[in-house]
C-alpha cells in the first residue's frame, strides 16, 4: 500500500505548533479565570446573603411577637429548604448552599437554626449584575485566546518563514554544488545576521564540497600523471611497431599501439576538461555552413538538412571535435542512416540504432562505460564525456534522448538515439562563465 505523504513548509509547521500550544495554554487559562471568578462572585454573594439573614434573626429574635421579618425573602421552616443545606445545620450554627440548575442561574440558600428548632432562611437566584459580569468576562476571554491563537500563528509564520528562506538558500547553492558549480559556498548564499543550525548546515555542506573537490583533483591529476607518463612509451612502440617487416601480426601491433595513443590521448583530454581550465578561442562562424562542410569531410553518408542558418561566436575547434565524437558514436553502436538537422543554434544528431542506454539517459556520459557487455573493438566509452566536457567549455547544452515510432515499420525494431547540441545565445566569457540558454526540452 501507498502511504499518503503530506507535504507542508517549515513555516507552516512552526505556525501550527505555535498556534496549537497557544490555544492550549489560552484554554487553560480561561478555564482557571472563568472557575476562580465565578467561585470569587459566590463567595461574595454567599457572605451577602448570610449577614442578611443575621440581620433577619436579630430582629425576629428581639421582636414582641416573634414575627419573620419581610424584607430579604426571609422564611421560617421553609419546605423547599435542600436537603444538603438541612444536613449542613446539623453540624453548624449556620450555612450556606449553592443549588445549581442545568441550563440556569443557581440559587443561593442561607440558614440559620433557632432555638426552638426552627430553621430561618433566605435564598434567591445569583444575582443578574452577577451573571452578566460573567457573561462579559467570558466573551472577552474567548476573543483573547483567539487572538492569542492568531498571534501565535503570525508569529510562527514570521519565525518559520525566516527559517525556511535560509533552508532554501541552503537548498538551492548545494543544487548548484551538485550539478558541479564548485565554487559556490553554502554559507554565503544563507548569509543573513541570525546564527542558528542552518549556518552548521551550512558549514557541513562546504567542507563535504571541499573535501570531494581536494580528492576530484588529486584523481585527476594522478589521471593526468598517469597518461602522460605514458604518452612517451606509447609514442616510441608506435614507432617500433612502423618498423616492422609488413605482415597480418605487424598489423595488429600498430592497431594496437594506436589504438593505445588514441585512448592516452583522450584520458588527457578528459583530464584537462575536468580541470576547468579550458577556454574557448572564439570565432564567429554561420553555424549550418560550418557543420555541413565539416561532416562532409568527416563522414560523407551522413545526410545534413539546415533548416535555418545562424551565426554564432563559438570555438570552431572545439564544435569539430563534439560533432566528431557524435558521428564516431552514432557509427560504432547506431544504425544508418545518420542524420543531422541544424535550426538556428541547434543542432541535432540522429541515428536509426538501438538507441542511447536507459543509464546514459538518466545519469549522463560515463567514462569507460559503452552500454556493452563485451566491449571489444567497441571504444572505451570517453567519447560522449569528451563531447558534454568540451560542449560545457563552449557554454552549450548536450542532451541525449531515443526517438519515439508510434508506428514501427516490418523489420524496423528499433528507435534511435538523438543527442541535442544547444549553443549560447551568448559566448563564454575570459573567465569562463557564460548564460545558459532556457531551453524547453527537446
Not at 419573620?68 to 444536613?87: S, Y
Not at 553518408?301 to 563559438?314: A, D
Not at 562505460?369 to 558534454?388: N, V, W
Request: charged share 25%.
Amino acid at each position: 500500500m501507498t502511504r499518503l505523504a503530506l507535504r507542508t513548509g517549515v513555516r507552516w509547521k512552526i505556525s501550527f505548533a505555535i498556534a496549537g500550544v497557544g490555544a492550549l495554554i489560552a484554554f487553560a487559562l480561561s478555564l482557571v479565570v472563568h472557575n476562580s471568578a465565578r467561585v470569587s462572585m459566590l463567595d461574595n454573594a454567599r457572605d451577602l446573603y448570610m449577614d442578611r439573614l443575621t440581620l433577619a434573626q436579630r430582629v425576629y429574635e428581639t421582636s414582641k411577637p416573634k414575627t419573620v421579618p419581610k424584607f430579604g425573602g426571609a422564611k421560617l421552616n421553609d419546605p423547599a429548604l435542600p436537603r444538603e443545606l438541612r444536613h449542613l445545620l446539623e453540624t453548624d450554627h449556620e450555612a450556606t448552599f449553592v443549588q445549581a440548575h442545568h441550563g440556569g442561574s443557581p440559587e443561593i440558600w442561607a440558614a440559620v437554626p433557632l432555638g426552638n428548632g426552627d430553621v430561618l432562611s433566605l435564598h434567591s437566584r445569583f444575582p443578574t449584575r452577577s451573571a452578566a459580569i460573567m457573561k462579559a468576562l467570558d466573551r472577552a476571554l474567548v476573543i483573547g485566546s483567539v487572538s492569542v491563537v492568531f498571534a501565535g500563528s503570525a508569529l510562527g509564520v514570521l519565525i518559520g518563514g525566516q527559517l525556511s528562506r535560509r533552508l532554501r538558500k541552503a537548498a538551492a547553492a548545494a543544487g548548484k554544488v551538485a550539478q558541479g558549480n564548485t565554487e559556490v559556498r553554502v554559507g554565503e548564499a544563507v548569509g543573513g545576521v541570525v546564527r542558528d543550525e542552518t549556518d552548521e548546515l551550512a558549514r557541513a555542506v562546504d567542507a563535504l564540497t571541499d573535501a570531494l573537490n581536494s580528492r576530484i583533483e588529486a584523481e585527476r591529476r594522478v589521471t593526468a600523471d598517469i597518461a602522460h607518463e605514458l604518452r612517451t612509451p606509447v609514442t616510441g612502440l608506435l614507432t617500433a611497431a612502423e618498423l616492422l617487416p609488413p605482415g597480418r601480426p605487424s598489423e595488429l601491433v600498430r592497431d594496437r599501439a594506436q589504438a593505445m595513443r588514441t585512448l592516452v590521448e583522450d584520458v588527457l583530454e578528459v583530464a584537462r576538461l575536468d580541470g576547468a581550465s579550458e577556454r574557448a578561442e572564439l570565432q564567429e562562424i554561420a553555424l549550418g555552413e560550418f557543420v555541413s562542410r565539416r561532416v562532409s569531410v568527416l563522414d560523407p553518408t551522413v545526410v545534413i538538412r539546415v533548416v535555418h542558418e545562424s551565426w554564432v561566436n563559438t570555438d570552431p575547434r572545439r564544435l569539430e571535435r563534439i560533432l566528431g565524437n557524435l558521428l564516431a558514436n552514432a557509427a560504432k553502436h547506431g544504425g544508418t542512416p545518420v542524420e543531422i538537422t541544424v535550426e538556428g543554434r541547434v543542432v541535432r544528431i540522429r541515428d536509426h540504432g538501438p538507441g542511447f542506454p536507459e543509464a546514459l539517459l538518466h545519469e549522463g556520459p560515463s567514462r569507460f562505460r559503452t552500454g556493452a557487455s563485451d566491449r571489444a573493438g567497441q571504444g572505451h566509452g570517453l567519447g560522449l564525456t569528451i563531447a558534454a566536457g568540451q560542449a560545457r567549455v563552449l557554454g552549450a547544452r548536450l542532451t541525449f534522448r531515443n526517438a519515439n515510432h508510434d508506428v514501427t515499420g516490418p523489420g524496423d525494431g528499433t528507435s534511435g538515439a538523438i543527442a541535442v547540441l544547444w549553443l549560447p545565445e551568448h559566448a563564454p566569457t575570459n573567465s569562463g562563465s557564460f548564460a545558459l540558454p532556457q531551453l524547453a526540452g527537446d
